[in-house]
C-alpha cells in the first residue's frame, strides 16, 4: 500500500514538473519573440527615426535604451505615482512599483501618494 501511494505521488509531481517546465518554456518563447519583435519594429524605421522605445503591438512597451537613475527609479520607486506595473527602463515588458505595491497591499503606509 505504500508503494502505490508513493508511486502515486511520485507520478503527481512528475506531472506538475512537466507542467510547470511547459509554462516556462511558453513565457520565454514569448519574452524572445516580444524583443525580436520590438528589433523588427525599429529595424523597419528609417535609421533617423529610430528611438529604440514605444510599444509593441500597441500594448507591450520596450525601451533599449541606456537606462538612467531616473528611469530606473521611475519604474521601481516612485511612491507618488498611483501605478502598480509601469513600463521597463531597459528590455521589453513591464516593471513592479514597489512603494505602490506594498502600500496596496497594507505591508507598508509610510509612502505618500501624491504631494
Not at 524605421?45 to 541606456?66: A, C, H, I, Q, S
Request: charged share 25%.
Amino acid at each position: 500500500m505504500i508503494d502505490n501511494v508513493r508511486h502515486d505521488l511520485e507520478r503527481r509531481a512528475e506531472t506538475t514538473r512537466n507542467e510547470i517546465d511547459a509554462f516556462v518554456w511558453l513565457l520565454r518563447t514569448a519574452l524572445i519573440a516580444a524583443v525580436l519583435g520590438s528589433v523588427w519594429v525599429e529595424m523597419r524605421k528609417p535609421p533617423e527615426e529610430r528611438t529604440w522605445n514605444g510599444r509593441l503591438l500597441g500594448l507591450v512597451p520596450y525601451d533599449f535604451r541606456m537606462p538612467t537613475i531616473s528611469r530606473l527609479r521611475e519604474a521601481y520607486w516612485n511612491p507618488r505615482s498611483p501605478k502598480i506595473v509601469t513600463a521597463r527602463p531597459l528590455g521589453v515588458g513591464w516593471a513592479v512599483n514597489v512603494p505602490t505595491l506594498l502600500r496596496r497591499l497594507g505591508v507598508h503606509r509610510g509612502f505618500t501618494k501624491a504631494r
